[in-house]
Structure formats: structure tokens, C-alpha cells
């Protein structure tokens, strides 16, 4: 992945190349598998990870909690917000 340069928001390449790296390390096979594990539709998911879409407020929760991750990384990772410094 490229290097992270605060202020600069993730590109979808980087969403979506930050996301296969994550269900790997989880051992999560598939996105199928990703969306059952989260109770969200598949491809709603791949919106999200194409910044086609923003996850709902109801969505960060399961979201963080299949990922392991806080809100902000989350919200980083989707675009949403800048990088940290």
C-alpha cells in the first residue's frame, strides 16, 4: 500500500486493498462471509469500500466490531474523514 501522508484522504484502491488485507488477517474468506459476519448486504459493502456509499450511523458499530477497529480508523479507511498525521 502507499505511504499514508496526513491530511490525505484513503482512495478506493487503498479502501479496498486495506479491506483484503483485514479479512485476512481475520480469517475471513470471502465477502459473503464478511457481509453474514457484519448482518449487512454484500453489496452494500462494496459500496462502502468503493466510496460509492457512507455506512449509517447503525453500520459503524458492527462494522468496527467485525474488523477490530475503532470508528475513526473506519471512517479513515472508507474516505470519510483525512488521515492522521
Known amino acids: 500500500m502507499t505511504a499514508k501522508l496526513a491530511g490525505k484522504r484513503f482512495s478506493q484502491d ?42 449509517s450511523i447503525d453500520a459503524v458499530a458492527p462494522l468496527c466490531e467485525v474488523l477490530q477497529v475503532s470508528p475513526e480508523t473506519l471512517l479513515i479507511v472508507l474516505g470519510a474523514i483525512d488521515r492522521k498525521s
Open 14 to 55: 487503498e479502501s479496498s486493498e486495506w479491506l483484503v488485507q483485514r479479512l485476512i488477517k481475520l480469517n475471513i474468506s470471502s465477502y459473503e462471509d464478511f457481509a453474514a459476519h457484519v448482518g449487512i448486504d454484500r453489496g452494500t459493502l462494496s459500496r462502502y469500500f468503493r466510496h460509492e456509499r457512507r455506512p
